[in-house]
């Protein structure tokens, strides 16, 4: 099973870190660009035993979605992958990549989709793919249906409309006996709080998209003080790839997202007293043994090439033939492709020539599209298309028929012109030779310079200075990247005041650190500054962070569903759903508030009689 929610290990970091007197080499480093691997699907005869009713914990997340079995056979997600899918525009549904299935996603990063509108799911027919994605690789053995409870996260105070959308997609689609709603800040929480039935504390709950200020009183969350900064780990990312792309815009193309991503995890880290730190960067000693180069992907091929003219020549044409063999394969498989889909969009449309409404519709949706007039402009465009590739071939197959021109005899010999007229520049300096010694007294003759031999290792390679704690700076200070909100440090100064004395002590004992983007070395040191500086005078507080902040969420919400799988509490079942409807919540300690839809009842207009 891939870690990939955990930070990659630190060890080169450390390396460079503990050495006293490093060398230039020491501090690069290579990019790991490592990429996904494909799930596999889990038949359940075969590899599990789990029987009905066993829970499936769902950690969806917006940078990364874990799901696996509350059981104890089972302690770590069987499945781990980023919430993303990749469809083109009219693929049919069963042409979706998600999560591990894309190996690199920058190709595809603009195909790229995702069913959060920053933490708070919006796009249900994407989730739906996740899920099927999830029950298929996870080994359920039932058809037509789920008939297992789900343990599922959800943003803090999450809109009751999104609720209600899940609630309906979980019971009408796959038919779920009961579903329970959690937060994951407060699983982590709990799961680190085993100790105290009751704890208070505040979470500070980093993530991809947003960081949440969480207070909980005596086992409770206080939704009302419940606070959130709408920064993550994705716009560190983009910041970051915005300071190098205007560093280095030789180096465009390969200052991608997902290098920043590794840069971040591998190579960033919080500063205890920010200005003092950049500080100390201006100090060349300084800047030489902690600045990170990391080296870009290079071709180091010679630029002179030995081979004679007439190789040269030979060349060209084996190259020029291999290039024309291989466009006219590939035209080829396009105009297979294309007319395949043309066939498939034919058959579509007569659906609706005969009359099937039902399944035209149906079979758009599978195409994603939305209407019969854009099923009808694809299939113009598309038929353009395999004209267009048709006249391609028939003129490569002319074009090839054609003799390639002989060049041999109109290039002259350049390396016996070169040498002839060496050979005449020496004679007349050995001419002129006992002329110059016998008039002019023997001068030293100058030193001719050495040309620097230029290092294109060194050309492409990305030197990481002060951007390693500028780029997670913003979490603190959102103004760097021109936002206008409250950083970390205001914002838990404003839910603090929110509270009396003695609650703001008892929330202070417990500050609790979760969630991927606190992973940052530094960041336990730089909230005790910035509670050191909000607190009062010989005031106590205490900082905890998660065991596993990245996984901790799932782990605390399977020890729930271990905990509470056989008992009422915090589940809702069909009959609460078809009853209550779907925005409907039961509560429970990891849970948000439940609240309800109220619309408020206008008064009847009294229309006064006219005269």
């Known amino acids: ?78 499945l781990v992958f980023k919430s993303v899918a990749a469809r083109s525009r009219g693929a049919s549904r069963s ?27 919006v796009n249900f027919e994407i989730q739906e793919l996740m ?33 209600q959308m899940m609630s309906e997609l979980l019971f009408e689609c796959y038919h779920i006996p009961k579903v329970s709603y959690g937060i994951d800040g407060l699983y982590s929480f709990f799961r680190n709080e085993k100790g105290s039935p009751h704890p208070s504390g505040l979470i500070i709950s980093s993530g991809f998209q947003c960081t949440h200020i969480l207070p909980v009183l005596k086992g409770r969350l206080d939704a009302n003080n419940c606070k959130r900064i709408n920064l993550g780990g994705s716009q560190v990312a983009g910041y970051l790839q915005r300071l190098l792309q205007l560093k280095y815009p030789g180096h465009l193309p390969s200052i991608t997202l997902s290098r920043m991503e590794e840069l971040l995890h591998e190579h960033s880290y919080f500063a205890e007293d920010y200005t003092e730190e950049l500080e100390k960067w201006r100090s060349p000693d300084f800047y030489e043994k902690n600045v990170h180069k990391m080296q870009l992907p290079f071709s ?7 081979f004679t003219t007439e190789e040269k020549l030979e060349r060209r044409q084996q190259q020029l033939r291999r290039l024309q063999e291989l466009n006219a394969r590939r035209r080829e498989e396009k105009l297979q492709l294309d007319q395949e889909r043309l066939e498939k969009l034919l058959s579509v449309q007569e659906l609706l020539d005969e009359g099937q409404v039902d399944l035209f519709h149906k079979a758009l949706v599978e195409l994603n599209m939305d209407s019969a007039e854009e099923l009808q402009s694809y299939i113009n465009k598309l038929g353009i298309a395999i004209e267009q590739t048709k006249q391609k071939i028939l003129q490569a197959e002319v074009n090839i028929e054609v003799d390639a021109v002989d060049t041999k005899a109109e290039t002259p010999d350049l390396e016996q012109l070169g040498s002839e007229q060496s050979l005449d520049d020496v004679e007349s300096i050995t001419e002129l030779e006992p002329l110059f010694n016998e008039e002019t007294p023997e001068i030293e003759k100058p030193a001719i310079p050495v ?39 205001e914002t838990m100064q404003y839910v603090f005041e929110r509270y009396s004395k003695e609650q703001q002590n008892e929330l202070a004992q417990n500050v609790f650190l979760t969630g991927g983007n606190v992973m940052y070395p530094g960041m336990k040191g730089r909230i005790e500054k910035e509670l050191l500086e909000m607190r009062p005078f010989q005031s106590y507080f205490k900082i905890k962070m998660a065991a596993i902040p990245a996984l901790d969420a799932w782990y605390g919400a399977r020890d729930w569903a271990l905990e509470f799988m056989n008992q009422e509490e915090g589940w809702i079942t069909r009959q609460d759903y078809e009853e209550k409807g779907g925005e409907y919540l039961r509560e429970h300690k990891a849970s948000n508030a439940s609240s309800t839809i ?14």
């Open 1 to 78: 099973m891939s870690r990939n929610s955990e930070f990659p290990r630190r060890s080169l970091f450390l390396v460079a870190q503990n050495m006293s007197a490093p060398s230039a080499a020491v501090n690069v480093y290579q990019f790991r660009d490592s990429r996904a691997v494909p799930d596999p699907f889990l038949e359940v005869g075969s590899q599990l035993c789990i029987p009905d009713f066993v829970p499936i914990v769902v950690d969806n997340g917006s940078f990364q979605c874990r799901a696996g079995w509350a059981t104890a056979a089972e302690p770590e997600p069987k």
């Open 598 to 611: 109220s619309i408020s009842k206008q008064a009847p207009k009294i229309i006064e009689p006219t005269v």
């Open 300 to 306: 180091n091929k010679l630029l002179v090439s030995s």
């Open 451 to 489: 040309q620097p031999v230029f290092n294109l290792a060194e050309y492409h390679q990305l030197f990481l200075g002060t951007e390693r704690i500028r780029a997670p700076e913003i979490i603190f200070q959102p103004s760097l990247m021109g936002e206008e909100q409250a950083g970390l440090p």
């Open 131 to 163: 899920f099927d994605y999830i029950f298929q690789h996870i080994g359920i053995n039932s058809e037509g249906c789920v008939n297992h409870p789900i343990v599922l996260t959800e943003a803090p105070c999450n809109p009751l409309y999104s609720r």
């Open 95 to 121: 042409e979706t990549q998600i999560g591990n299935d894309i190996p690199n996603l920058e190709p595809v990063r603009w195909l790229l989709k995702t069913q959060f509108d920053r933490n708070v799911v």
